[in-house]
């Protein structure tokens, strides 16, 4: 397959697309959404079996397991990011590689359940968070030192959202592919 033929499975959702405006409404919404996603997580992977966590989700793609533990990885690194667009200004934040993240013995074969809890506990305190802050909070910033992209926290809301579905998406597709 050529990387344009493996689009559909690497992006079900499509690539995430900034708004160009993000009403009150669209932040609850998206904040109730990141509220929800560890317990639609958990409930789609509760049952696979060992077989099917080591499945990859596309060619050449990472396994279930490997998406979970890189979620729960992503979620926390951008709760910190949150965190330092609150308190600094406009900081420069520290990226992680991902894809050697994903290599890592606890990503290929660490328990499920790690991540599943540690996502519990993030999207808590994220969400809490989240739902203490006021507009002139949500328009703080941080940069990204790929591109020196600027990126507001209530982009950001956006972009975890999108981010938690797409992989969610993943591992969705395959389930239904596979027929598990």
Do not use: C
Not at 21 to 46: C, G, M, N, T, Y
Request: charge should be neutral; glycine fraction near 4%; hydrophobic fraction near 35%.
């Amino acid at each position: 397959m050529e990387k344009n033929d493996l689009d559909p499975l690497r992006y079900p959702i499509g690539k995430f697309q900034v708004p160009e405006s993000i009403p009150e409404l669209q932040i609850k919404e998206w904040i109730d959404s990141l509220e929800r996603f560890p317990a639609r997580l958990r409930d789609l992977v509760f049952e696979l079996d060992l077989e099917q966590l080591e499945t990859p989700y596309r060619p050449g793609g990472w396994t279930v397991r490997q998406l979970i533990h890189h979620i729960s990885d992503s979620h926390h690194n951008s709760y910190i990011r949150f965190k330092w667009a609150l308190t600094e200004k406009s900081p420069l934040i520290k990226v992680y590689d991902e894809k050697k993240w994903a290599e890592l013995h606890d990503s290929k074969s660490a328990p499920i359940e790690n991540s599943l809890l540690h996502l519990q506990v993030i999207h808590q305190k994220l969400v809490f968070l989240l739902r203490g802050l006021d507009r002139k909070e949500l328009k703080k910033t941080f940069i990204h030192p790929e591109g020196h992209i600027e990126t507001s926290l209530e982009e950001n809301i956006g972009r975890y959202v999108w981010h938690g579905d797409h992989h969610y998406a993943h591992i969705a597709n395959l389930i239904r592919r596979k027929g598990w």
